[in-house]
T-cell receptor
């Protein structure tokens, strides 16, 4: 069975601090995809990144970086120099490889609520 | 701005009412989804349409009835809901064979 665990329910930091959100996943598939989404209070889930199981390269996008380690089944997300606008709930998600043209089911972790204080 | 548009943004309905939630996207995506999200919980998949055909139904009660009239539109018809069905209903879309879904802002539904 597939499962995503985000052990940190809430994190509070002061602006300009770095913060890492942890994500651990379980799957028996050899081909799978990992995601991070941001959900601000408005409700929309904003897609941040997709990683496939064969690509363990870390990625950096501005103040955001992601560390994928298959050996520990982890896909952690770091925000450098956090800002108040980063305050949101962040979800890590897992999807198996698609069969044919069927749409993909996302399995979400419980989410981490990040609060960045000025 | 999101390219997946959901209407209405808020809906209050009685348990005997019939209402519909609407979702529209013009990104050429041929997979569309309904997710349900309760407060302080992650989204849970309800239905998936692929090329306008229902491909996944996660054992959702029949009081929720999805419809995909064309490749850009997705509806969720609601009838005889219960107060516990109150939640944020999120529509999403993706390219076929791709699982990164793009979400709308959701409809906050309250059943009274």
């Amino acid at each position: 069975a597939q499962k995503v665990t985000q052990a940190q329910t809430e994190i509070s930091v002061v602006e300009k601090e770095d913060v890492t959100l942890d994500c651990v996943y379980e799957t028996r598939d050899t081909t799978y995809y990992l995601f991070w989404y941001k959900q601000p209070p408005s409700g929309e889930l904003v897609f941040l990144i997709r990683r496939n199981s064969f690509d363990e390269q870390n990625e950096i996008s501005g103040r955001y970086s992601w560390n994928f380690q298959k050996s520990t089944s982890s896909f952690n997300f770091t925000i450098t120099a956090s800002q108040v606008v980063d305050s949101a709930v962040y979800f890590c998600a897992l999807s198996e490889a698609q069969r044919g043209n069927q749409g993909g089911k996302l399995i979400f972790g419980q989410g981490t609520e990040l609060s960045v204080k000025p | 701005d999101t390219e997946v548009t959901q209407t209405p943004k808020h809906l209050v309905m009685g348990m005997t009412n019939k209402k519909s939630l609407k979702c529209e996207q013009h990104m050429g995506h041929r997979a569309m989804y309904w997710y349900k999200q309760k407060a302080k919980k992650p989204p849970e998949l309800m239905f998936v349409y692929s090329y306008e055909k229902l491909s996944i139904n996660e054992s959702v009660p029949s009081r929720f009835s999805p419809e995909c009239p064309n490749s850009s539109l997705l509806n969720l018809h609601l009838h005889a809901l219960q107060p516990e069905d109150s939640a944020l209903y999120l529509c999403a879309s993706s390219l076929p064979g791709r699982s990164e879904a793009f979400f709308g802002q959701g409809t906050r539904l309250t059943v009274v």
